[in-house]
Each structure stands twice: as C-alpha cells, then as structure tokens.
C-alpha cells in the first residue's frame, strides 16, 4: 500500500502509521474503528520487533520476580522482551541483541549472587567486549546494612560502561524498600530504550501502579497467629535460639521446601520510650509519612527501622560531630564498621547536641520498618495450615545498653496471644529438591542453617523420595545446641537420614567445623557427587558459606584428582545444572 502521509510528513514513525492506518480504514468503507486499530496493531508490531534482555541475578527471588514484572511492563509498550536467568547468559546471541536492562541483588560482602556469578566472571574478562554495541540500564538491589551496599549491580553497570556499552539510563540502588525506587527506575529506563520511532509515545507514559493484592502478600500480609515458641537450646547455651510454628489456617498461602517467610515485625516499646525520652517528646507529636500522619510514637513502633542509623541519619550528625565526620569518608569504611558495631540510633540521639532534635526532621531521616526473611524449616506435606521457623533470638549489651534484635525478639516476646504476626511468602525460585526422588542430596546447615534441611528431610520423607540425604550440623556444643537431635536421630535409625555428620566447634580444644567434617570425609562426598547428588548450604555468608565452598573445591582437586582449574570447571557445571544451591545471608 502506498502511504498517505510521507516520510518527510511532521510526524514521527508511530504517528505516520497510526494516520496512514486510519485513512486507509477509511478508503475502504471501514470507518474510523477499523483503521485506528489497524494502525494500532500495525504499530504494536513494528515497535515489538525491537528486543530487549532483561537479565536477572537473584540469591532470594526478589530480583527475578522484579525481572519478570519489567517485561510485562515493557511487552506492554511495545518491546519484545524476554527474561534471562544470569546463569544462562551464555545461550544468548549477544550479537543479534540492542538493549539491555539488568536486575541484580547484593549479598555477602559485595558478592555477586549464586546465578549471575559466571556471567560477571565473563563480563569482566576479555569476552565482555562482546556487549560494546548495546544500550542498557541497571537496577541494583541491596540492604544499607550492610557496608557493600548494592556493590554487585554497581560493579556491573561500571563494567559495561568500561567495555563500551552504552549507559541508557541511570542506575539506582535500591534499599530493601525497594518498590517506589523500582517502578521509577523501569519509566525512565524503558523511556530511554524505547526505538526511535515510538520514544515520544512511550516515554511519556507513567509506570501503573501495581493493582490491589487479592491475596495476601508483602504489601497486604496475613495476620497469623503464633502457636507455639519453644527453645531449641539446653541449660547452660550462649544461645538462644527458637522454634516457632505459625498458624496459616484461612490464609490461602501455599509455599513449598526452600521458600523462606516474611515477617512483618514491630519494634520494641521500650526502646521507643527511650527515644522518645531523650528528645524530649510525649510520643502524641504529629508526623507525616509518606503513608500518612501519625503520633511520633506510632510510627517509631510500626513504620520505621529505629536500630541501626541510616546513611541519611549519620550525614545528619557528622554535620555537628567532626568525629563521626571523619569516620563517613570512603577510606575509613572499616573503622565506620567497627565504631558502629552495637550502636544504635538512641546512642546518636542521647548525645547532648542531639537530645532535642525535631521529630519531623528525626522521622524523616529513618528508613521505613522493611520485613525479615526466614528460611522455612518445615514441609507443607508433613506440617499441612503451619509454617515453622527456627531462628536466634538476638540479645546482647553494648556500650551500657541492652540491645535486642527486632523481629527475633518481636517473635520470642510480643507474638503471644491476640498479637497478630504479619507474614507473607517469598518463594525461593533457586533453592529446591531434586526433581527425580531417587536423587541424592548433600545439606550443610550449620545453626540455624538447618532449617530448610529440616524441612527437606520431612518433605522427601512425606514423599517417599528414596534418594539418600547426607546432613552436616554444626554448633556450639553437642549437649545444649544440637538442634531438632531427637528427631534427626530418629530419621537416621529408620533410613529417612542416611548419613548425619556433626561439628561441636567448642566440645574439644581444638575448633571443628563443618567444613572439617567435609574434608575428612572427602571421598565419600566425591562419590556421592559422582553419583548426581545435589549440594546445598544455608547460613552465614560471609565467612561459613565461603569455607564450604572452599572445602568443596579442595574435595573435588584432591579426592576427584583435579587440578585447581578443573575443580573450579567442575563446580560451575554443578551450579549451571543447578546442582550446586545456596540459601546464604
């Protein structure tokens, strides 16, 4: 068809379709409707021929989720979007690919998650020049927490830029309010990508907000009911750590082994009477929310984080404290770390200088109250209507203070009777049984690391799942800190626990841990590797999943007679086949 309005027309490429549509339409009898939506579909076509990778790593879900979410929304204005796992960044044809959008969490220590590190090992070598054409844009994702916070979408979106792709779009970082950041970051970025033709259409158009929940979730949670709360730790521990059961009759919420639980908490009422003394308030002050307006003392109960001080907050006293000043430059991050360490924001407000300060200035410098994540440690199959968590309840003094840990203590002593706990579902798209029964599995589960292992036991025993399962459990001391002891002895005399290996760090001089374990038992381990077992750990991510994983390349040089370069080929092939899984905080 020859068109009717030309190239050289004041229109852009969507607008000269749209009207040639239409007058085509009505050339032919058809009326407006016709060609207007003729033109439209014509339109919707041309824009969708133009690709768009949205890459995803993930160590909980959250990013993978957010990545799918992001195609929806581009597919909508006209992109042909598809999701890609990192993992699998090598089954991409990079070449016949224009834009980019990567969605990345942050854990550890500036950590890469599980699924994207491959793609950052071959982003960062030569191989990554093989993105210079592209245009992209990076969400990252992280906890200010921590003190590489985001570090792991930063170092991608430097690194692209270093090869020469094109930065489209800013890259934000995200705290673990994530969601307002999120939708702002998507507009701008699919507005920056849109093609040539359609930019003006689609960049001006708003990110819709996510229609109301019809089911329970992060932003509309469950209010279940605590069943039971029972101490897992004997006379005399150092510890204290729990076991509670969760009610989750009525909820509709269905999770599977290896999801993990939101919890919504609040904060401890003594500790906000605290506050409130020291700035001089009653607690009925008025303060404004994005929310809303609330008393001071509610939202320092319900809305805000009140432990740890914010980056804002600490900006906000290093402006009258030269030491805390000199602390807050980049090169003197360790020292922050340490000077921090069992501070909260009360110790900033009792300060002389800081006792008065302005309860809407104060609210304004908090970060909003974020949920807790716990790895599930029981089986929908064998605890049907129940959620189990095992937890460590955190109490300690520092600095002449008792300090508390907000939602461990908020379950051990405010969740009793009538006390709603507010939770919801985070499925763990990355941390699940096998999918054959007869498969093998290792768990490493140290503390509280057990959890999703218990619940892996009960669930492949509810199963008739006839693999073997091999558990390595460590812990203080064997008398007061083995965990779940009665069952998981009880599971190994009737075969539903093939092999328990445990690690007592504090029963003998000298330290074991279960990576000692694992390397004593090396050849045994490799077998079982050989074999098809799958691998799993859970638990601290910073020093025992590093150890494990060393432990486990050393298993692989030395009982599996490979050289280092094997042993690290080996272990990527078991973390591609999804082998190798890891549940890590």
């Known amino acids: 068809m020859t068109p009717f309005i030309p190239e050289n027309a004041p229109f852009d490429a969507t607008q000269r379709l749209w009207l040639n549509g239409y007058l085509a339409g009505l050339l032919a009898g058809k009326g407006y409707a016709a ?14 021929a133009e690709p768009l990778v949205i890459l995803f790593g993930s160590q909980t879900g959250t990013a993978e989720k957010l990545a799918k979410e992001f195609a929806k929304e581009a597919r909508g204005r006209g992109f042909k979007a598809r999701v890609v796992d990192a993992a699998s960044h090598a089954t991409v044809d990079w070449k016949a690919e224009s834009r980019l959008l990567v969605v990345t969490s942050t854990y550890g220590d500036g950590d890469m998650p599980d699924n994207a590190q491959s793609f950052w090992d071959w982003l960062k070598s030569d191989q990554g020049a093989a993105l210079a054409h592209l245009q992209y844009a990076v969400l990252a994702l992280g906890d200010t927490n921590y003190s590489e916070f985001c570090a792991a979408g930063r170092k991608v979106d430097e690194r692209l830029a270093q090869v020469g792709a094109k930065r489209a779009h800013d890259r934000t970082d995200c705290d673990l309010d994530y969601e307002a950041k999120a939708r702002t970051w998507i507009a701008g970025a699919l507005g920056a990508l849109a093609p040539a033709g359609a930019k003006g ?8 907000e996510k229609p109301a929940a019809t089911g329970w979730s992060k932003i509309r949670p469950f209010p279940a009911r605590l069943v039971t709360n029972r101490r897992l730790n004997g006379e005399g521990s150092e510890k204290e750590t729990r076991h509670f059961e969760i009610a989750l009759a009525g909820s509709g919420l269905n999770y599977e082994a290896g999801d993990a639980l939101g919890v919504w908490p609040t904060n401890c009422p003594e500790l906000v009477e605290d506050m409130l003394r020291v700035m001089g308030a009653t607690g009925e002050e008025s303060v404004r929310l994005p929310a809303g307006e609330f008393t001071i003392r509610t939202a320092l109960t319900e809305k805000l984080e009140i432990s740890r001080p914010s980056p804002e907050l600490l900006t906000y006293f290093a402006k009258t404290d030269l030491m805390l000043a000199g602390l807050l430059v980049p090169e003197r991050k360790d020292d922050l770390k340490k000077w921090l360490w069992g501070r909260g924001i009360i110790d900033l407000l009792a300060a002389d200088l800081f006792k008065n300060i302005n309860p809407q200035e104060l609210v304004a410098l908090l970060k909003p109250l974020a949920p807790r994540l716990y790895s599930i440690s029981s089986s929908p199959k064998a605890h049907a209507g129940q ?15 008792r300090r508390k840990g907000v939602a461990s203590t908020f379950l051990a002593d405010r969740a009793a009777g009538e006390v709603p706990v507010p939770v919801f579902i985070q499925t763990s798209h990355g941390f699940r049984l096998p999918a054959k029964p007869e498969t093998p599995v290792i768990m490493v589960g140290p503390g509280t690391g057990v959890a999703p292992f218990r619940a892996f036991l009960h669930e492949r025993q509810a199963a008739g799942a006839t693999g073997n399962n091999w558990l390595f459990f460590g812990e203080q001391r064997a008398a007061t800190d083995f965990y779940y002891r009665e069952e998981l002895e009880q599971m190994l005399a009737h075969g539903g626990l093939t092999r328990l290996s445990t690690a007592f760090s504090r029963d003998q001089a ?28 859970c638990g601290d991510a910073t020093r025992m999943a590093k150890d494990v994983d060393q432990a486990l390349h050393s298993i692989i040089e030395t009982a599996g007679g490979k050289s280092r370069d094997e042993a690290v080929a080996y272990v990527a092939k078991l973390k591609a086949d999804k082998r190798y899984q890891r549940d890590v905080y």
Do not use: C, D
């Not at 045994?524 to 691998?535: N, Q, T």
């Open 387 to 401: 959620v189990h968590l095992t937890i460590n309840v955190v109490r300690y003094e520092a600095h002449g203070r």
């Open 510 to 537: 000298e330290k074991i841990y279960v990576q000692t374990r694992m390397l004593e038992q090396a050849a045994e381990l490799w077998s079982w590797l050989e074999a098809g077992a799958h691998f799993y750990v």
């Open 201 to 208: 259409a689609t960049a001006s158009l708003p990110v819709e």
């Open 35 to 48: 060609g207007g939506a003729a033109a439209a579909n014509g339109a919707a076509e041309a824009v969708a």
